[in-house]
């Protein structure tokens, strides 16, 4: 693969990732859910 295409990608996933991050925090619910998971580990 060319450097090109490939740096693109690279940026395209991390954008795609940012993208379903900030559209998590919008869901509060879905965070208190993922604190309690959490905290229940310790």
């Known amino acids: ?3 090109l ?3 693109l990608l690279a940026w395209g996933a991390a ?3 940012l993208l379903a991050v ?3 925090y919008t869901r ?3 965070l208190l859910t993922l604190a309690d998971q959490l905290w229940a580990c310790f």
């Open 1 to 3: 693969m060319k450097k």
């Open 5 to 7: 295409p490939r740096q």
């Open 15 to 17: 954008l795609a990732v």
């Open 22 to 24: 900030f559209a998590l």
């Open 28 to 30: 509060p619910d879905f």
